[in-house]
Nanobody, 120 residues
Framework: VQLQASGGGLVQAGESLRISCTANGRWVMGWFRQAPGKERELVAAISSGGGDTSYADSVKGRFTISRDTTHNTIYLQMNSLKPEDTAVYSC??????????????????WGRGTQVTVSS
């Protein structure tokens, strides 16, 4: 399993950013983030077909997870970014799951993270 994330950067509060993750297969996928001194949290998850999604309460209405099944790529569109969204964002795959899951332990494979920094 290979996962490659890209698209992070520095933006101002209120702006938007899209990050992507390309995989070498199609599985239940999730975006996680970890800020300094904080635990890693699941931000959004998507089913293998893309029809089912789940979001953390902190990003509902602002972030959208989607996938391009043709290219095995998932995206996280982040709108109305806040300074508290600053973190390293990582994509992960739950290859043994047939349906979407929010259980962090279900995600066995991780891509290298991409830094998202939101300035105030």
């Amino acid at each position: 399993v290979q996962l490659q994330a890209s698209g992070g950067g520095l933006v101002q509060a209120g702006e938007s950013l899209r990050i992507s993750c390309t995989a070498n297969g199609r599985w239940v996928m999730g975006w996680f983030r970890q800020a300094p001194g904080k635990e890693r949290e699941l931000v959004a998850a998507i089913s293998s077909g893309g029809g089912d999604t789940s979001y953390a309460d902190s990003v509902k209405g602002r972030f959208t997870i989607s996938r391009d099944t043709t290219h095995n790529t998932i995206y996280l569109q982040m709108n109305s970014l806040k300074p508290e969204d600053t973190a390293v964002y990582s994509c992960a795959a739950a290859t043994r799951r047939a349906t979407i899951t929010t259980a962090r332990t279900a995600y066995q494979y991780w891509g290298r993270g991409t830094q998202v920094t939101v300035s105030s």
